[in-house]
């Protein structure tokens, strides 16, 4: 965590600074699951939040936003019970799924994976 706190502040330009905040995110992620601070829980929502505002859509970064943005959303709901995080950690990733196909054609599954899930879930609402 202090080696991506020390990366972050030295950061020259926006999409350093957007990539620094997103390592910081999860490296705190890492540590709230391991030790379980909620402060850290409650900051790296904040910089996941502001990763995914800066991240363009159909982007192959949008994806690992989205989902290091839902991932935190899941631990700050582990620590405050509240349905509502939970409620937008579902909506994010249902955009995700519905929208936000990755610009890579192949996405980010392992080749030929892509197609099986496709036709795995043909059909599904």
């Known amino acids: 965590v202090d080696h991506c706190e020390r990366a972050a502040d030295r950061c020259f330009t926006a999409t350093q600074r957007v ?3 997103g ?4 490296a705190l992620l890492r540590r709230a699951d391991r030790v379980g601070p909620a402060e850290d829980v409650g900051r790296a929502v904040g910089l996941l939040d502001t990763v995914y505002a800066l991240t ?3 982007t192959p970064e949008r994806l690992d936003a989205v989902t290091n943005l839902a991932w935190a959303l899941e631990l700050r709901h582990r620590v405050d019970r509240h349905p509502a995080v939970l409620d937008r950690a579902a909506e994010l990733l249902r955009r995700v799924v519905e ?3 990755p610009a ?3 996405g980010p599954w392992p080749s030929g994976t892509r197609n ?3 036709s795995a879930t043909a059909g599904w609402p």
Do not use: I, Q, S
């Open 56 to 58: 363009p859509p159909r």
């Open 104 to 106: 890579d054609p192949d």
């Open 116 to 118: 099986a899930a496709t």
């Open 19 to 21: 990539v620094a905040y």
């Open 99 to 101: 929208r936000e196909e």
């Open 23 to 26: 390592h910081l995110g999860v």
